[in-house]
């Protein structure tokens, strides 16, 4: 037989702090993911089935899980591994499962894969 425990409000050892869960829950991370373009390999991930590499510097991701919409918030960070103009972008549309983005260089506009691209999303699970 399956347990179910219901919490309302999570306090501190000493009953002073307290917040609500779902605070907890919706203000938790959905996805993140740790993507190598080079390889097209996702080192370390949650909720991220999948990346499809459109061509240099240019990545979707699909998630496991589903978000509700394609307006949940998404951050992508990179470290330089080309150039020190490199930044990262979100690019196109968001759909509720899926997030593209580009790895490209400032000076010159040209895309570039790197080796150390970060992604996290937040928002509400289907």
Same mark, same amino acid.
């Given at each position: 037989?399956? $347990?179910?425990? =219901?919490?309302? &409000?999570?306090?501190?050892?000493?009953?002073?702090?307290?917040?609500?869960?779902? #605070? %907890?829950?919706?203000? $938790?991370?959905?996805?993140?993911?740790?993507?190598?373009? !080079?390889?097209?390999?996702? *080192?370390?991930?949650?909720?991220?089935?999948?990346?499809?590499?459109?061509?240099?510097?240019? @990545?979707?991701?699909?998630l496991s899980s589903a978000m509700?919409?394609? #307006?949940? $918030?998404?951050?992508?960070?990179?470290?330089?591994? !080309? $150039?020190?103009? *490199? =930044?990262?972008?979100? #690019?196109?549309?968001? &759909?509720?499962?899926?997030?593209?983005?580009?790895? *490209?260089? &400032?000076?010159?506009?040209?895309? %570039?894969? @790197? &080796?150390?691209?970060?992604?996290?999303?937040?928002?509400?699970?289907?």
């Amino acid at each position: 037989m399956a $347990s179910e425990l =219901r919490v309302n &409000t999570l306090k501190d050892a000493a009953g002073n702090n307290s917040i609500a869960t779902s #605070f %907890v829950a919706n203000g $938790s991370l959905k996805y993140w993911g740790f993507i190598n373009q !080079v390889t097209g390999t996702i *080192e370390d991930t949650l909720n991220i089935a999948s990346e499809l590499d459109n061509g240099t510097g240019d @990545t979707t991701i699909t998630l496991s899980s589903a978000m509700t919409n394609g #307006f949940h $918030s998404s951050n992508v960070s990179s470290q330089p591994v !080309v $150039s020190p103009y *490199e =930044r990262p972008k979100l #690019f196109g549309l968001n &759909t509720s499962t899926t997030q593209r983005f580009q790895n *490209e260089r &400032t000076d010159n506009g040209v895309d %570039v894969d @790197t &080796t150390d691209l970060s992604i996290q999303g937040a928002g509400d699970l289907a």
